[in-house]
């Protein structure tokens, strides 16, 4: 028998803060039962489960594991700008002329992700 990856835990200093801002960018729910102040928060979303667990520890490096966004109903520029106006800041740009490349943008705890292009613009569609 294997073992699975039940959910991506974050530690973070506010669990529900944080929580809801994944659970906009990936169109997820939070839990029934997390409400602000809560310890722990757990988001569902198409193809992840995430848990935010407050810890007292603040974030002092970049970070080792990241997560990696493909917008599904947009374009990686759309979404870029969509995440921006749900409170990430931008951290560096790897887009390039030829429309190849992705934006590394940081969520409001400061924890660096990525956002590559769609499957539309890697097949050439848009």
């Given amino acids: 028998m294997t073992s699975l990856v039940r959910h991506v835990t974050v530690d973070c200093s506010d669990a529900y803060h944080l929580a809801r801002f994944w659970a906009a960018a990936l169109g997820g729910t939070l839990a029934e039962d997390d409400f602000p102040g809560d310890p722990e928060a757990s988001v ?32 990686r520029d759309e979404e870029v700008t969509r995440l921006l106006g749900l409170g990430a800041t931008p951290v560096a740009d790897h887009r390039r002329p030829d429309g190849t490349g992705w934006v590394t943008l940081a969520d409001p705890e400061g924890n ?15």
């Fill in 44 to 75: 569902t979303a198409p193809g992840a489960s995430l848990l935010f667990v407050t810890s007292p520890d603040a974030k002092t490096v970049k970070n080792r594991v990241h997560f990696d966004l493909q917008p599904q109903d947009r374009t």
């Fill in 112 to 126: 660096e992700f990525c956002v590559e292009r769609s499957g539309e613009e890697r097949a050439g569609v848009v």
